[in-house]
């Protein structure tokens, strides 16, 4: 059973240019989350999505990112026109819920670098 | 509102035990968890506890829960020398159906061989 995939590992764009990065939960889950992460701090929540649905956006930015997870293929969190402060860590959890509470599993992260 | 603290570093010697401690505000609380980060890694989940636990124990790690204190804290017994890495705590309040989690900024661990 594989975990969390997230592609590209690493991407590098340049100001004003869009940013895509992509998320394929474990197998059987049907929640996803994106997390970012800044230079030496945690992990803030950004977007909470089940298929075709969003849950809670309450840590998106307002303008620029917006996030989508079809009903096939991966999840999908969007950057327009980026910025050099949008330069960080992003990470996608996938859960599936369960009686006794859900557990998040994480996949090894996107690196964004904007130059 | 929604806040988790931890110490930054800890450093400690080979075969000690090291003692990773969180705070966090937020009362309803019902799942708390402590993930770990290697350079330039996702974060593998370690263990997690419930609210109404006092403690949860599994092969090294042992997590210490006082509610009333609101005070998390991760035993790891023996540490090694691989265990050097950043140590989340993280919560969420599911009972009330906000399932992201809230991150504390992290503890560098150290250890010295």
């Known amino acids: 059973n594989a975990g969390v995939m997230q592609n590209p590992r690493h991407l590098v764009r340049r100001r004003g240019q869009e940013a895509r990065l992509r998320c394929s939960p474990m197998?059987?889950?049907?929640?996803v989350y994106w997390y970012r992460q800044l230079p030496e701090e945690g992990l803030k929540f950004m977007v909470y999505?089940?298929?075709?649905?969003?849950?809670?956006e309450s840590g998106m930015p307002k303008e620029r990112f917006s996030a989508e997870f079809p009903k096939e293929g991966p999840s999908i969190l969007r950057i327009q026109q980026v910025v050099r402060g949008d330069s960080a860590a992003y990470f996608c959890?996938?859960?599936?819920?369960?009686?006794?509470?859900?557990?998040?599993?994480f996949g090894p992260g996107t690196r964004l670098l904007v130059l | 509102g929604e806040d988790v603290e931890q110490s930054l570093f800890l450093s400690v010697r080979e075969g000690d035990s090291s003692v990773i401690n969180c705070t966090y505000t937020?009362?309803?609380?019902?799942?708390l968890y402590w993930y770990k980060q290697e350079p330039g890694a996702g974060l593998q989940l370690l263990t997690y506890?419930?609210?109404?636990?006092d403690m949860k124990q599994d092969q090294r790690l042992t997590v210490l829960l006082n509610k009333k204190d609101k005070h998390l804290s991760l035993r790891i017994a023996d540490t090694q020398t691989g265990d050097s890495a950043i140590y989340f705590c993280?919560?969420?309040?599911?009972?009330?159906?906000?399932?992201?989690?809230?991150f504390g900024s992290g503890t560098r661990l150290q250890v010295q061989p």
């Open positions: 506890i419930f609210s109404n636990m």
């Open positions: 999505l089940q298929k075709e649905n969003i849950i809670d």
């Open positions: 993280a919560e969420s309040m599911q009972d009330t159906g906000r399932r992201a989690l809230t």
């Open positions: 937020d009362s309803s609380s019902t799942y």
């Open positions: 959890a996938s859960s599936t819920p369960r009686g006794g509470g859900e557990t998040q599993y």
């Open positions: 197998k059987g889950h049907s929640h």
